[in-house]
């Protein structure tokens, strides 16, 4: 059994889908998926499908989608009975429990797959932090549950893991330029930055990789563009840290020619100069 959020909702056996198609069910299933093995209140259920305006028969309606959902389980070859899947989806003191063991969800697999590469780049392992973390990144296919409606709580998952994936990548990306891959990150922080045009590292991490793939005037240009647009935007100016970067390319310090070699600093911290 095989279950996703990482992209499009999936539920897929013997690369069969059991995904149902009605809207409200494919939406109790994100939830229960974010909080699989975890029992999610019927108050949660409800507010999710509904917000603030739960119709009076929520909570037969409610029942209805968990019945449903059971019946696509009892599809599953190795479910075959509405009884098993009533031990896949389990009802609860209070509420639901998805039952998904090891390997099934695809979001388990990334979270393992992120602790193990950070353990590895807190041991000074650079090429097993960026492998793991490469490989935590490409679980995703997409936007998570890019083809489901998302309610309050839903949405709350959806930012912080947004979120997330972007620090994982900043830090797989922080692990290839210490390793010298600086030419090889070009496209793919070119891409990101115009995806998160007020993001800070990502254009420091840019800068670094176009200054040390020798085009320290585009460098320049990247930096220019960022403070436009925090400027336009949100009316702030390039923190400290981007200004010293700047002043770096400037002067082409050669600070900024190696990779840093002091761990627990990132190579883009660059130290404030006296005077």
Known sequence: MEFGVLGPLRMTAQRISYVPTAPKQRQLLALLLFNANQVVSTSACIEELWESAPPASALSTLQTY??????????VPHIGSLQDARKTLETRDGGYLLVVRQGELDLHVFERLVSHGRAALDHDDDRTGSRLLGEALDMWTGAALADVQTGPILQSYLTGLEEQRICVQEQRIEADLRLGHHHELLGELSALVTQNPTHENLHA????????????????????RLRQVLHDELGLEPSPRMRRLHQAVLACDPVLDMPSQARG?????????AG
Request: no cysteine; hydrophobic share 45%; aromatic share 2%.
């Open 265 to 273: 600093r990132l190579s883009l911290d660059l130290p404030a100069r």
């Open 66 to 75: 968990v019945l449903q959902l059971r019946r696509a389980l009892r599809g």
């Open 205 to 224: 991490q840019l800068m670094l990789a176009l200054y040390r793939s020798g085009r320290p005037a585009q460098a320049l240009t990247v930096h220019r």
